[in-house]
């Protein structure tokens, strides 16, 4: 084939005499400060973007107006003008009795929203006093075993207004059926509960690692809760698929990007394999991203998407209603760029995602307070993380504009880049199979993982930069920063409250509640409503997960 | 030939957050060294096992649950009980200034910070294991 000589554009012509007039003589007199420069997930940033480089990108077809598709400037065609994003932090610690004070501290602030962590024996689905929870009550979350642990946690605190956020995984059904039986005490109407539970098992495998049951009776839970919620509490997020975490892990922004939205394509399929309705139940599919420092990268990654979602819903699975194109996301501020080094610096790298995360147009956002990297948030450090967000939405001026990047050639070219490399790594994925296939086979563990180390490799030889550990270090500062210390007791106190919970319920309505939970389960049914039923009768959540791992077994990791 | 210096890496407690773990198993096989990963949700009785059955020379604990007071006095207990008094237990994650002085009066040789550089760790288990024919 001859070859064929491309001929240049204008737009290419004028960066190119840009080059040769101007830029060629400043470099001569004055070189860069380095040879290459990339964001923190070591891809190139180029020197200067032009119209050349956004000349392939149709403003009507690819950008479009905020509030039409493909969404990629917002879902909302009036941005925060009308409402400003959900201010929703993410606290948990000790005991219920703990955490309910710290929630309604919170919302004595101004916090729009609530979150819900829950310590290590929750999210593994053991019970407070199984040898296994020994040290780790109460030390990252709350502690829940049962419905009279989520009694107190939410005591006075309306969940028919109050939206909740739980972070909760392989157990999520189970804490799911212990939130509705608390709200159905306090005479709430299921249809008009909204939160978010999130229910992202795949991430688990991939990322976080908190797993109970294999991959697959444990995707079979999460279309149970889908199709539970789509009938009963229809206004409830019964998933929030999480790059968060596969972030943190070590991915960069665009493995990020697209693991997370491969998984919630995963969901979508599994959802409509088992009958369900994708303009029912997707649009109440709703999506969690992280905010690393990396200030571009992060926003043309939330406006890629958003795109890529939009036009996935429409084509992969001729979704028809605007709802179920739109991604709605809520996002973290990047635990793992915080220091215990100087760690008052973490209060200004928070405000710089969180702003990222904001001018990429998050639905709600959770600023980390500075002393993360040392132990879990005290009062102070929480309330320093709040105001951030108040300063950013009050006084800054960015949410008086929609989209304000929009436009911009470094912005646009960049989410053009996000969504052409997720889109690769789909075509990589779908050829496995899918992702529960890619999964069983190490891919994104594994693509994860190498990311990691050449990160930490890049940081070691100084290629990136983490002020006050690599460069402007200084004697430790971290030893001035009280910290929140959680003791022993905490697990003596629930320990005592499941022995009372215990003693005091109708045995034969747990065991038989637990028989049909297991019985739901061998059938294939849906568990939800049996879930719902043996928490009612105060089954801990140790009992219920157990039911289910003799059904189901257990996941053990492969080797990767 | 000199022997190679060989390393447990160990995850102990419910924790799931394996990427310190994994960065620090990859470096200290780079440097040359042994490494022997035990994954996920281990006890101190299956860690202090398996530092036997390999014979390790050092045992590094991955933790940032909060839970190191429990699991690491426990490790090194169990270690001792075996029999394996030069094998070394170093610890890295988020651990408390407070409890530094106190692990390493339980028998913790060294623990790490985030921050720490692998080659730092990578030096320290090459001046402090004991050398061995």
Known sequence: MPEVKEIATPEQEAVERWERETLEPALRKSPERKQKFETVSLDPVNRLYTPADTAEIDYERDTSFPGEFPYTRGIHPTGYRGRLWTMRQFAGFSTPEETNRRFKFLMSQGQTGLSVAYDLPTLMGYDADS????????????????????????????????????????????????YLVVAEKQGADFRKISGTLQNDILKEYIAQKEWIYPIRPAMKLVVDTFEFCTKNVPKYNPISVSGYHIR???????????????????????????GLDVDEFVPRISFFFNAHNDFFEEIAKYRAARRIWAREMRERFRAQNPRTWQLRFHTQTAGVSLTVQQPLNNIVRVAIQALAGVLGGTQSLHTDAYDEALALPTDKAALIALRTQQIIAEETGVANTVDPLGGSYFVESLTKQMEDGALDYFRKIDAMGGMVESIEKGFPQRETQESAYRYQKA?????????GVNKYAMDDESATVDILVIDEAVREHQVERLEQTRSRRDAGAVSNSLDKLRRAARDGDNTMPATIEAVRAYATLGEICSALRDVYGVYEEPAF | MERRIRVLVAKPGLDGHDRGAKVIARALRDAGMEVIYTGLRQTPEMIAAAALQ?????????????????LCPRIVELLRERGMDDCLVVVGGIIPKEDIARLKGQGVSEVFLPGTSTEEIVNFLRENVQPRT
């Not at chain 1, 829940?144 to 605190?157: C, K, P, Q, R």
């Not at chain 1, 940081?459 to 002020?467: D, K, L, M, S, Y």
């Open chain 1, 131 to 178: 040898a296994l929870s020994e040290g780790e009550v109460g030390k990252c979350g709350v502690a829940v075993s049962s419905l009279a642990d989520m009694e107190v946690l939410f005591d006075g605190i309306p969940l028919e207004q109050v939206t909740v956020s739980q972070t909760i995984n392989a157990p999520a059904s189970v804490l799911l059926a212990m």
């Open chain 1, 248 to 274: 943190e892990a070590g991915a960069t922004a665009l493995q990020e990007l697209a693991f997370t939205l491969r998984d919630g394509i995963e969901y979508v399929q599994w959802g409509v394999d088992a």
């Open chain 2, 54 to 70: 390999e014979d390790v020379d050092a045992v590094g604990v991955s933790i940032l649950s909060g839970a190191h007071n429990t």
């Open chain 1, 459 to 467: 940081v070691e030889r100084g290629e990136q930069t983490i002020v």
